[in-house]
């Protein structure tokens, strides 16, 4: 079975400029979950989403966005870049509805860095 | 916000030896979880104990819960070089999954 599949691994973008991650869960995982580390704020939730629909949102701008495909592939848009985006964004996948409950399979992510 | 803190931020012990990692919370919950991090990578999911359980095992590790002081503790028995990570508790607030900082474990070989 394949794992969760982040795309690009390594992005570099200057500033003011957007750019869009993509996440592809694990087989018949309908959640998937997008957080932020950084070694300053290490690792901070985004947005939650399960069928399509946004469950949950971190405390982020609304620069930051993110959809879900019927497919339940998600991809996360951020716009109007900063260099304080510079992170490691992380895609997660579950089987249950909410990733609390249930154990979250993490993919390797994507790298940014803003210039 | 995160809801999770663990101590020790840094933890460096001898291959063989036994690490402790502890996670205070700060909300109540129907469960936590553990996570291990190699560096730069995705996360890795370790054990889910919940809350009306008082310890869990999973080959090398145990994972213990007290609700009552909002703590849980990881201890990595008979620790390997490969053992060498980060290691993140996780809980829920408004039924998200929060992280807190991290352990920084160093296995020496």
């Known amino acids: 079975k394949a794992g969760v599949t982040q795309t690009p691994r390594y992005l570099i973008k200057t500033r003011g400029q957007q750019v869009t991650l993509s996440c592809s869960p694990i087989s018949g995982h309908r959640s998937v979950s997008w957080y932020q580390q950084t070694p300053g704020q290490g690792l901070q939730f985004l947005f939650e989403y399960f069928s399509e629909t946004q469950r949950n949102k971190g405390n982020f701008p609304g620069r930051f966005s993110g959809r879900q495909f019927s497919n339940s592939r998600s991809e996360m848009n951020v716009s109007t870049l900063e260099l304080g985006d510079s992170a490691l964004y992380l895609c997660?996948?579950?089987?249950?509805?909410?990733?609390?409950?249930?154990?979250?399979?993490f993919g390797q992510g994507t790298r940014l860095t803003v210039v | 916000s995160q809801q999770g803190e663990e101590d020790p931020q840094a933890l460096s012990i001898q291959e063989g030896e036994n690490a402790t990692m502890n996670c205070s919370y700060k909300?109540?919950?129907?469960?936590l979880q553990w996570y291990r991090q190699n560096s730069g990578r995705g996360l890795v999911h370790l054990i889910l104990?919940?809350?009306?359980?008082r310890e869990k095992h999973s080959g090398r590790l145990r994972v213990t819960l007290d609700t009552s002081k909002k703590s849980s503790s990881l201890l990595i028995t008979a620790s390997r070089a490969a053992d060498t990570a980060s290691y993140f508790c996780?809980?829920?607030?408004?039924?998200?999954?929060?992280f807190g900082a991290g352990t920084r474990l160093t296995v020496k070989p």
């Open positions: 997660a996948s579950s089987l249950g509805q909410q990733t609390i409950n249930t154990e979250a399979f």
């Open positions: 909300t109540s919950i129907n469960n």
């Open positions: 996780a809980t829920g607030i408004n039924n998200d999954m929060r």
């Open positions: 104990i919940r809350s009306n359980e």
